[in-house]
């Protein structure tokens, strides 16, 4: 079994920065895909960021170029790192790993919230 466990979220000015970890338990997060999600309030859930258990790294349109995924699969935690924040940043964003078709897993979500 395995648990993802997010954290670092808060409260943000636009223009600010946050970084998310979530750390992982088990065996499989060396040969997992892991990815950033989001839901905003009313919005439904959608792709962030993913890396590959290579480090091929991809990101949705509207977060390039602001926020970098990385992982440690010594530390089996990828993190998230968000600069430029902006109002509509403001989500629930959730961690995922995928290791396979029966191996998908999903930490509880950390709130950041961009406001001024």
Do not use: H
């Amino acid at each position: 079994q395995v648990q993802l466990v997010e954290s670092g979220g808060g409260l943000v000015q636009p223009g600010g920065s946050l970084r998310l970890s979530c750390a992982a338990s088990g065996s499989i997060f060396s040969i997992a895909t892991m990815g950033w999600y989001r839901q905003a309030p009313g919005k439904q859930r959608e792709w962030v960021a993913g890396i590959t258990s290579g480090g091929n790294t991809m990101y949705t349109d509207s977060v390039a170029g602001r926020f970098t995924i990385s992982r440690d699969n010594a530390k089996n935690t990828v993190w998230l790192q968000m600069n430029s924040l902006k109002v509509e940043d403001t989500a629930v964003y959730y961690c995922r790993l995928l290791a396979g078709i029966a191996a998908v897993y999903w930490g509880q979500g950390t709130q950041v919230t961009v406001s001024s």
